[in-house]
């Protein structure tokens, strides 16, 4: 049996301190006991080697060695595949399925950037409206405890960064996306309390968050920024 730690190319994450699809490769690592070097770069700064790397000049890369994976869906597959897999269903059909509720993840985070970037309550609430729709067609999938089942998987591993923007977005705005939900908001707490989705945002995460929210002087920033703020 291979000893991670033993192994001459521990792999390294190229991340961005608030990028939810670094977070999706790290809790698959952190779940699989990977050992992995973390390093942040600063996109609106690129380092030269950082570009010559990355085709899409987005995090999260994974660096094995003298090669770079892209992509954090691949990056997710690959990790899960050395490590013995089990994070994708047996049988063709529902490993299929599965993928696509992963790429659905990134849809509901695509969603979720144009949600904070809204510029006026209209946007924000046909945004809001369309976010709502995307979890409540969520709901109907979800096997529990986890989304297939009794095995946290790759499609767990890529939804729990979305919910992560939920903590955030309720205290600090009022706004809750998952009214009537309590499939998902279950699913949610699941997530949470997990040790590979907390461990997988760094420090200070929520903090760093809200400061770039209230910076992006969209309709979000507004409401936020009206958000009474506790006690130091």
Not at 84 to 110: F, I
Not at 175 to 183: A, D, E, F, N, V
Not at 191 to 216: D, H, M, Q, T, W
Request: proline content about 6%; aromatic content about 10%; some cysteine.
């Amino acid at each position: 049996m291979h000893m991670h730690e033993e192994s001459p190319q521990k792999p390294t994450l190229v991340s961005h301190a608030l990028c939810p699809y670094v977070q999706r490769a790290a809790i698959v690592a952190l779940e699989k006991g990977i050992a992995f070097e973390r390093i942040l770069v600063d996109l609106a700064n690129k380092p030269a080697w950082f570009v010559e790397r990355s085709p899409t000049g987005k995090v999260p890369l994974l660096i094995v060695g003298e090669a770079t994976l892209f992509e954090s869906a691949a990056i997710a597959e690959y990790l899960d595949e050395i490590s013995g897999g089990g994070m994708l269903p047996e049988a063709a059909l529902d490993r299929a399925r599965h993928r696509a509720w992963v790429e659905y993840a990134s849809g509901t985070l695509a969603e979720i950037g144009a949600l904070y970037s809204a510029p006026d309550a209209v946007a924000f609430e046909a945004r809001r409206l369309s976010l709502h729709q995307r979890f409540a067609r969520l709901s109907e999938e979800i096997q529990g405890p986890w989304f297939g089942g009794e095995q946290f998987g790759l499609v767990d591993a890529a939804f729990a960064p979305v919910f992560r923007y939920l903590e955030v977005f309720e205290p600090e705005a009022g706004l809750y996306l998952l009214g009537g939900l309590s499939i998902v908001a279950e699913w949610r707490e699941r997530l949470a309390a997990r040790p590979s989705v907390r461990e997988a945002a760094l420090p200070g995460y929520a903090a760093n968050l809200r400061a770039f929210l209230i910076a992006k002087g969209s309709h979000i920033s507004g409401l936020m920024a009206q958000a009474p703020q506790e006690a130091a």
